[in-house]
T-cell receptor, first 113, second 112 residues
Framework: GDSVTQMEGPVTLSEEAFLTINCTYT??????LFWYVQYPGEGLQLLLK?????DKGSNKGFEATYRKETTSFHLEKGSVQVSDSAVYFC????????????FGTGTRLQVTL | SQTIHQWPATLVQPVGSPLSLECTVE??????LYWYRQAAGRGLQLLFY??????ISSEVPQNLSASRPQDRQFILSSKKLLLSDSGFYLC???????????FGSGTRLTVV
């Protein structure tokens, strides 16, 4: 079945450091890919998405590129802030009214001063 | 604009008591609706999804059930809670899944 693999956390960075959170997927066909963010005690918010190969999703300084050849969708940010501390989930789905979103296990990011 | 409401935000219930969590969506018609659970320190587990009124698909056999009595209302229930039902419950909706889901703010359930 379809699956998403994320790097184990927690990831601890100093403010202004460069962030990479790895995400790879296994799926039959070409899914849409997403990054969601969950701040402490809150629900999930869509951070960015890409719907086809080579698309780059970006939002709030974060970006991720859909790489079909490596089945990856790594999340990056050039300079993290303390306010970026959260859990980040990579996910995939296929187009269709009854398609389900398959999530990775999440990666906790902690940014310190 | 579309909004999703989930309540209550927190709930503490004794073992063996019933449960009812409600989720409603505004500003869209015939959405797909989903219930997820997030156990402490773990990822997201899809519990139920619904593509229409009265249509419920269960992903994981368990102590819970779901119902969709109206187009934009999704209810998660249990007749008798177990300790293992504790977790963070998230409702979500979508129309075109290629564009992702929109999540509610969640209900933190503690069974004691």
């Amino acid at each position: 079945g379809d699956s998403v693999t994320q790097m184990e956390g927690p990831v601890t960075l100093s403010e202004e450091a460069f962030l990479t959170i790895n995400c790879t997927y296994t799926a039959t066909g070409y899914p849409s890919l997403f990054w969601y963010v969950q701040y402490p005690g809150e629900g999930l918010q869509l951070l960015l998405k890409a719907t086809k190969a080579d698309d780059k999703g970006s939002n709030k300084g974060f970006e991720a590129t859909y790489r079909k050849e490596t089945t990856s969708f790594h999340l990056e940010k050039g300079s993290v802030q303390v306010s970026d501390s959260a859990v980040y989930f990579c996910a995939l789905t296929f187009t269709g009214t009854a398609s389900k979103l398959t999530f990775g296990t999440g990666t906790r990011l902690q940014v310190t001063l | 604009s579309q909004t999703i409401h989930q309540w209550p935000a927190t709930l503490v219930q004794p073992v063996g008591s019933p449960l009812s969590l409600e989720c409603t969506v505004e500003g869209t018609s015939n959405p797909n609706l989903y219930w997820y659970r997030q156990a402490a320190g773990r990822g997201l587990q899809l519990l139920f999804y619904s593509v229409g009124i009265g249509q419920i698909s269960s992903e994981v056999p368990q102590n819970l059930s779901a119902s969709r009595p109206q187009d934009r209302q999704f209810i998660l229930s249990s007749k008798k809670l177990l300790l293992s039902d504790s977790g963070f419950y998230l409702c979500a909706w979508s129309v075109l899944t290629a564009y992702g889901y929109t999540f509610g703010s969640g209900t933190r359930l503690t069974v004691v």
